[in-house]
């Protein structure tokens, strides 16, 4: 049996949400706990696994509505998923690129999986349905390998490692100001806190003050360091990101963890659940009209145009575009146009750009399992620092090889180095090597692989987060449907991804529930209509 899944709409509950922290855990606990309830029987002796989900099927006796699914990310494919195993097939997956995962990516470097988007597990635990569908597949194995998120040598621009004791108690310290941090949206909306780099900033320079005076000069660049990692994990300056809602992204336990055969893999049990030919590739979406622009009252309630002409009608359509490219798109890719709503919220969520560099050496110069390099930048110099490396936080191992080093750029930056070619990326970045370790002889990388996600037309960037100037409700309107649920109409337009979730944006499981839930909002209205919707008039 499986759980179908349902959640409160309504205006009135969304603005009830919008600083409830409890509630909003609330919710969102009990719709991943349920998303995945699923009893199999296993027929030892012929192997087919027999599912009773009953509860979900939609009548095989009635008509199926038609669906088109914008995007093939783990969002549309978990939507399309979720509507295959409860009977409804009618549905094409329109997707622009050549290949499918979206924002997943692995590649390989040499012997070595490179990640050039997502490639870690947050939070390997039941209640993670990525890691539950990485657990059936049996691409991670018992016990669950933790990456090691803290640690490694912090240097200094002049070549000098930090020493330990300092760096072990400004983590202490800084830790503790990341939960101040994270506590200030549960005190609601009537605090003012601005920006995140502001609330960060102030309180450092207070723990500064209380380390003895030979300390301070280290302590300080450790605590630079900090807050610039931060902002290469949020992926912009931290001068826009709202420190009063930091705190509304809910972290679900057990630390991080990759899958050894590259997270891409992770879409295999999803693409074996798709019909044959229902996933379209190299189709970009250039217009998409909907309701009563039709031009006969009993026409399609959608038509879905690509790029190359061809036209697709549809009684609901999922969208799952990144909000990049709504950004860049939305005002002139819906006839009508969205309602103001939805336009005021695409418009007010931040959409981070972070890119991946991968150096691949021949003869490694850093002993394996040392560590990771943090750099730790004082603010004078990150102030004064013009080039794209001042969006470097860290250098990495890659796991599980002993050649390869990666290299995180976030913000303004990223895009920067994406115009960059690929000797000069690797020239600059050797240079901040020697140096932050004082060594002039380090070697250049013999190969380098990267990403561009903000040059790329179909993302337009990585992940979105919460502004100083916007709030979850602006999550939540992006995440309605258009019509409303309380409107006349039936819904036309549904919206997945990661940045229509409240308390998951910008993770793979957040997407992948947005689009269970979309396509469990289809599921419920062919259920209300014995098929698909009525058409428009």
């Keep these: 049996m499986i759980y179908c899944l349902k959640i409160p709409t309504g205006v009135g509950f969304l603005n009830h949400i919008k600083h409830n922290r ?13 998303a995945d309830k699923i009893k199999c029987k296993q027929d030892p002796a012929t192997a087919v696994t027999e599912c009773t989900i009953q509860d979900c099927m939609v009548d095989p006796c009635k008509p199926e509505p038609s669906i088109v699914i914008i995007g093939a990310g783990i969002a549309g494919l978990s939507a399309a998923e979720r509507l295959a195993t409860c009977g409804i097939t009618n549905f094409t997956i329109l997707e622009a690129t050549d290949r499918p995962g979206g924002r997943i990516h692995s590649c390989w470097l040499g012997d070595v999986i490179a990640e050039l988007g997502c490639g870690v597990i947050e939070g390997p635990c039941a209640v993670n349905p990525v890691f539950n569908l990485a657990a059936q597949e049996g691409l991670v194995k018992h016990p669950i390998q933790k990456l090691q998120e803290a640690g490694g040598l912090f240097c200094t621009s002049d070549g000098r490692a930090i020493e330990n004791s300092v760096v ?38 207070q723990e500064i003050q209380k380390f003895p005076e030979d300390m301070r000069y280290d302590a300080s660049r450790v605590f630079y360091g900090q ?5 290469s994990d949020l992926g912009d300056d931290l001068t826009s990101i709202s420190a009063d809602n930091f705190g509304s992204s809910i972290s679900i336990p057990g630390g991080k963890t990759t899958i050894p055969i590259g997270f891409i893999s992770i879409l295999g049990p999803l693409l074996r659940k798709l019909p044959e030919c229902t996933l379209r590739y190299n189709k970009p979406v250039g217009l998409i009209r909907w309701g009563t622009v039709q031009e006969k009252a009993k026409g399609p309630r959608a038509i879905v145009q690509c790029c190359d002409g061809e036209e697709f009608c549809a009684d609901y359509v999922i969208v799952t575009m990144s909000l990049g490219v709504l950004k860049e798109h939305g005002d002139k890719l819906f006839c009508p146009a969205l309602p103001s709503t939805k336009m005021d919220a695409i418009k007010s969520l931040g959409y981070a750009h972070i890119d991946k560099v991968f150096l691949d050496y021949d003869r490694p110069f850093w002993v394996w399992s040392e560590g990771t390099i943090n750099l730790a930048w004082s603010a004078d110099e990150l102030s004064k620092r013009t080039d794209w490396t001042r969006g470097i936080s860290k250098i990495t191992e890659v796991p599980a090889s002993k050649h390869v080093l990666e290299v995180s750029i976030s913000g303004p930056e990223a895009s920067v180095m994406e115009h960059a070619t690929d000797e000069e990326v690797a020239r600059d970045i050797t240079r901040l090597l020697r140096q932050f370790t004082g060594d002039a002889t380090l070697p250049y990388p013999n190969s380098v692989l990267r990403s561009k996600w903000v040059a790329d037309p179909y993302f337009c960037g990585s992940k979105s987060y919460i502004k100083v100037q916007s709030h979850i409700g602006h999550q939540c309107d992006l995440s309605m449907p258009v019509p409303g649920t309380c409107e006349p109409i039936p819904p036309i337009l549904l919206f997945a991804g990661e940045a229509a979730i409240a308390g998951y944006h910008g993770t793979v499981h957040g997407a992948r529930l947005s689009g269970i839930r979309e396509a469990e909002r289809i599921l419920q209205l062919t259920k209300k209509f014995g098929g698909p919707p009525p058409k428009c008039s």
């Design 227 to 231: 807050i610039n990692a931060i902002r």
């Design 22 to 34: 409890k509630l909003l855990q609330e919710i969102l606990r009990t719709f991943v706990s349920k």
């Design 168 to 205: 072990n108690m400004v983590n202490y310290v800084f830790s503790g100001i990341l939960r101040e941090a994270s506590n200030l949206f549960s005190m609601g909306c009537n605090k003012q806190h601005g920006s995140l780099q502001h609330f960060l900033t102030m309180r450092v320079q």
